[in-house]
């Protein structure tokens, strides 16, 4: 058996365990992310939020996963969910960054922008938040 197949059975038996800890799902949803099997691991994130709330860390994955999907309104919310419960500088920046991601996907560069400026407000070395401003405002001139 290999080791995803064991830590699959290993977290499925935690589960049974443990059947309100949201962390099993959430490391089971990486696990069917590494292979490729994004609606499983999207499944396994939302279980996880619905068991924790507050579980910033799973919102944050939830978002990246669907804008693989390009399911990127969706993505969207779960970003700004984490912006409204996130008490953690580094939820805020991901938060921020995320949005910046989707809106160059939806070609809103002027709002992109201002998400990255509040990324370098919180974290003025973030090297996203840094690149995008400068290529993005560079490529508005």
Known sequence: MGKTNLAVKHYKKTIQLMPK???PHYNLAAIHKSRNELDKAIHELKIA?????????????????????EELN?????YRKVMRIGRQR?????????????????????????EWQKTLKLDPE????????????????
Do not use: C, S, W
């Open 21 to 23: 800890a949201p962390e």
């Open 49 to 69: 939020i619905d068991l924790n709330p507050k579980f910033t860390g799973a919102y944050l994955t939830l978002a990246e996963y669907l804008i693989l999907k």
């Open 74 to 78: 969706q993505a969207e919310e779960y």
């Open 90 to 114: 580094f939820d805020l920046v991901e938060a921020h960054n995320g949005l910046a991601k989707i809106y160059i996907k939806k070609k809103m560069v002027d709002a992109a922008i201002a």
């Open 126 to 141: 973030n090297e996203e938040a840094r690149k995008g401003v400068g290529e993005y405002r560079g490529a508005k001139e």
